[in-house]
């Protein structure tokens, strides 16, 4: 059974500049979650799409904006770039429907913003 | 704050010895999870332990919950080089939001 699948592995972009990454989930899965962890810290809940519905959010700016398709992938876009956006952004999946149910995670997409 | 915070932030032990990382939380819990990540890569599942559950083992590892204190630790017994990555507790908070603390690093030295 494939895994969580994201791309790309890594992104470079400048400041001010929009970047879009994606994660496909395990097959059957329909929440998916998606987490950004800057260097030294921990990972940080940005969002928590189900059944193509956004369920909830972390503490993030609106420039951090997402959406979840009809075949339970989804999309993580950030708009107008910071240099402190760059992080290891991981995407998980799970069953679906609740947070207690076991995440499964992606290797990550590495953004580097110049 | 974070819903769970881990203790210590670091941990350097000799292969063969015991690893224990402490876990703490603030809100009531239905479950308790437990990651790992390998540096710079995603993170893998280790183990759930329920919140009516006091301890639970798989393979080498050993987790307990105290829900009185609010607080778990897991126990990793006759560690390898291999078990040199960083550890994560993770839980719910009331608000819907999935916390991670900070994690413990742990590295082995062979």
């Known amino acids: 059974e494939a895994g969580v699948t994201q791309s790309p592995t890594h992104l470079i972009k400048t400041r001010g500049q929009q970047a879009t990454l994606r994660c496909s989930p395990i097959?059957?899965?329909?929440?998916v979650y998606w987490y950004q962890q800057a260097l030294g810290l921990g990972l940080q809940f940005l969002l928590w799409?189900?059944?193509?519905?956004?369920?909830n959010r972390g503490n993030f700016p609106p420039r951090f904006s997402g959406r979840q398709f009809p075949n339970y992938s989804s999309e993580l876009n950030v708009n107008a770039l910071e240099l402190e956006d760059s992080a290891l952004y991981l995407c998980?999946?799970?069953?679906?429907?609740?947070?207690?149910?076991?995440?499964?995670f992606g290797p990550g997409t590495r953004l580097t913003v110049l | 704050s974070q819903q769970g915070e881990e203790d210590p932030q670091a941990l350097s032990i000799q292969e063969g010895e015991n690893a224990t990382m402490n876990c703490s939380y603030k809100?009531?819990?239905?479950?308790l999870q437990w990651y790992r990540q390998n540096s710079g890569r995603g993170l893998v599942h280790l183990i759930l332990?329920?919140?009516?559950?006091r301890e639970k083992h798989s393979g080498r590892l050993r987790v307990t919950l105290d829900t009185s204190k609010k607080s778990s630790s897991l126990l990793i017994t006759a560690s390898r080089a291999a078990d040199t990555a960083s550890y994560f507790c993770?839980?719910?908070?009331?608000?819907?939001?999935?916390?991670f603390g900070t994690g413990t690093s742990l590295t082995v030295i062979p």
């Open positions: 332990i329920r919140s009516n559950e």
């Open positions: 998980a999946s799970s069953l679906g429907g609740s947070l207690w149910d076991e995440q499964f």
């Open positions: 799409y189900d059944e193509g519905e956004e369920r």
């Open positions: 097959s059957g899965h329909t929440s």
């Open positions: 993770a839980t719910p908070n009331t608000g819907n939001q999935f916390y």
């Open positions: 809100t009531s819990i239905n479950n």
